[in-house]
């Protein structure tokens, strides 16, 4: 028998938090339904709702579910928002069954990788992780590569069929073709679901007493690693992020060895940032830190080391030790 075509259906929580709505997984949705010539969907959840179904509407996805019946309760919690995409699945027109061969998309961050996993194991669904390309074969196959051993290998996984579920990053399918867009008129849906009592697990959040802004979301990431071995570095660190209304990162070993809470570890088993600017002082560059920041992201490095690996991921290096160029930066800064 053969496997009807997969499609493939963006989920989105557009979170009350000012950033704009980040709707990568939609595009990258419709770039796989139109090398498929089939089709894309997306459900959005969330606060901002409406700012996310204005971005997505020029997408031409062929339908998209908005969940109007709102539980204004806050923080917003991952088994909430999944509780609510997996009503909306069964509730929408023409919804997707559990076992319909379609692939799950999410943006790539630590909210939406959750998500994506906790629906793949609701569904039974093979979780592909944290994509870097994906593709569908003429034979409609999707294949999809991520890296493996912190960066040493790259792993080729083929879907057919679904359901399966995925976090992607901007340009994971290449370009939509915006000769044809819009391709399709897109069809809302508005459904009307509330979070249950108890559907969701209660998450008890403890305060860390952290005054500085938080590394997620922050316009400019300033990173310190092992080579900023004291709480003074760090605490030049701090006060340039605050000069620069950016966010202090730090790098496993920097974490490790307490002069950062693990909260602002960045990399492969930390947070994934896409600042604009991640200025990265006494960080080598190994690829798992690396694999915690943005493609786009401009990385400015400062390392004692000119052959250090990270100057050839910078677009600015400068070599030095960083007790000399951080206060000056900061004599610059105060001026
Ligand atoms: C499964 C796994 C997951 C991992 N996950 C992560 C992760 O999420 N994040 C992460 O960061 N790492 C992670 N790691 C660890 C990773 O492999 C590296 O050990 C780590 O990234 C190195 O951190 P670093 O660059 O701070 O230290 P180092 O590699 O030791 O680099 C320190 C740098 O500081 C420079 N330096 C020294 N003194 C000065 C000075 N005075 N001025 C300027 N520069 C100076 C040195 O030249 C050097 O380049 C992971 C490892 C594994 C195996």
């Known amino acids: 028998m053969t496997a009807e075509p997969m499609r493939f259906c963006a989920l989105l929580f557009a979170g009350d938090d000012k950033a704009t709505p980040d709707i990568t997984a939609l595009t990258v949705a419709r770039a796989l339904a139109d090398q498929s010539g089939t089709t894309a969907h997306a459900l959005i959840v969330g606060p901002q709702r409406a700012r996310a179904l204005e971005l997505a509407m020029p997408l031409g996805l062929n339908d998209i579910a908005v969940c109007s019946g709102m539980d204004a309760r806050q923080p917003w919690q991952s088994g909430q928002i ?3 995409l997996a009503d909306m699945l069964i509730a929408r027109p023409g919804g997707h069954a559990a076992a319909s061969n379609v692939l799950y998309l999410v943006c790539a961050d630590p909210l939406h990788e959750e998500i994506a996993a906790r629906l793949a194991a609701r569904l039974g669904a093979v979780p592909l992780g944290r994509i870097q390309s994906i593709g569908v074969e003429p034979s409609g196959v999707v294949t999809a590569a991520r890296s493996a051993y912190g960066g040493r290998l790259r792993a080729t996984q083929c879907v057919q069929p679904g359901p399966a579920t995925a976090s992607v990053r901007a340009g994971a399918a290449g370009t939509v073709d915006s000769a044809v867009a819009p391709r399709n008129p897109t069809t809302v849906h508005d459904i009307a679901v509330q979070i249950a009592d108890g559907s969701a697990f209660e998450i008890v959040a403890c305060s860390q007493a952290e005054i500085h ?7 400019i990431v300033v990173s310190g690693g092992r080579g900023v071995g004291d709480p ?3 605490a030049l660190l701090y006060d340039i992020a605050l000069q620069l209304d950016g966010a202090v990162g730090a790098s496993l ?11 602002r570890q960045v990399g492969q088993s930390g947070k994934y940032v896409r600042p ?6 006494g960080i080598s560059g190994t690829p798992q830190h690396m694999a915690g920041i943005d493609p786009h992201t401009r990385v400015v490095a400062i390392n004692a080391d000119p052959e250090a690996p990270i100057f050839g991921m910078s677009r600015i290096g400068i070599v030095g030790d960083w007790k000399q160029i951080l206060p000056a930066l900061k004599r610059t800064l105060d001026e």
């Open 232 to 234: 003074a570095g760090f």
């Open 82 to 84: 999944l509780a609510l």
């Open 213 to 219: 802004a938080p590394v997620d979301g922050a316009r």
């Open 253 to 263: 070993p920097a974490v490790d060895a307490g002069l950062a809470p693990v909260a």
């Open 276 to 281: 604009d600017i991640y200025l990265a002082v």
